[in-house]
């Protein structure tokens, strides 16, 4: 008479059998469990299903017997099948190698067919969702949540900087390394606080493919914990954003303090101009050319970085700040003199900024630029090569970069005389809340 398991010894709920999901870990991927009815018999919880199967040791071997899949193989069926194969186990032979019932060896061929067919039906779903698509679902789900600039930002966003990367790619296969190909280029270009928003956008079109389950990690979450994205971010200087600039700009322009200091009116040119802080440092007043109906300040090539002319249309507030300074006779050769007969240091804009406090370490009179470029770029409003001649991240190719200069000069000005208009928008903002 065949042996029987005692019953109250068994471990498992229908109820647990039912609730029990994989382990997530931080990052989102999806670990198998295993839970244990007694007597070898276990269910392994994965994220593609949970599986039936029994345990054993013969002839001094670890071997295992697939059982079938849960809810197909009921928690009474698979102790059943368990009972059988346990008895053959204690009679030295291979349940494996046995035929245990027919019935039982049907029902797992369904359910193994079963599997199958959900197995390709999720692939085939998956299939169709490329990030392009899940992305567009997601911000038509948002638009009406948002206002009109919010989505036309987040468009252009992705449009501009995401989508030709990964945008024909299915969502389910990207990885962190995709992710990094995306936002690199827009923080090596010193646009940190736009790439910083380009992740923030990533994570929540994820975390909405995850719901869906279309994915099951979050490639733009864990990049936080990537090293190498950490260490490039803190190279760079943080952006204002701009209604700080207005704050800021209100500070500079305070008519009672600046005649005190030589660098208030320079940090006000630096953040008109877009120039690197050194530019302005190093400015003589030969560089400038203010007369005629196109003012221009020719930056020579010495004192760029790529070792070429740079020529910085004027705005109009731009030429107002300069007849200003002009005024106050401060050097007929330097805008900004300095001492031993050199132009103002780089040092001392920095801690102007820390006296109207603005101490912070990252915030640095470079970060000037990443607003300006973060600002234009998200406006949708210029071409983006004019975005880089202004920021003069010159165009390697000689002869294009021939073409470009002349090409983008009018769009530089018209861009440059947009830009002083919109901080004089953020200056009377802050001065109007206040």
Known sequence: MARQLDPTKRKLTDIQCKSAKPLRDENGSTKPIKLSDGYGLNLEVRSDGKFWFYAFRLNGKQLKLNLGGYPTVRLSDAREMHQTAWTIVQDGEDPRQATITSTQKKRAQTEQRELEKRQLAEEAKKSRYTFKSVASEWMNNKE??????????????????????????????????????????ISERGSTYQAKRCREILQQIFNYARALELCETNPAEAIRHVPAMKTHQSEHYRALEFVEMGTLLKRLRDPESNRLSHARPALELLILTAVR???????????????????????????????????VPLSSQGVQLLQTIRDYNWSNVWLFPGTKNKGLSDGTLKRQLAFLGYETPQVHPHGFRSTFSTYANESGLWNRDAIEWVLAHVETNEVRGAYNRAQYLDERRRLLQWWADQLDRAEQGSRDSN
């Open 144 to 185: 009406p949540s948002i206002t009109k600039d919010t989505y036309r930002r987040r468009s252009l966003l992705l449009q501009n900087h995401v989508f030709p990367g990964i945008g024909k790619r299915q969502i389910s296969e990207l990885r962190v390394s995709d992710v990094l190909r995306v936002l690199k280029p």
């Open 277 to 311: 802080p050194g530019n302005v440092c190093a400015a003589r007043w030969e560089h400038f050319h203010l007369e005629g109906d196109q003012p221009t300040w020719v930056i020579p090539a010495k004192l760029m970085k790529k070792r070429r002319d740079h020529i």
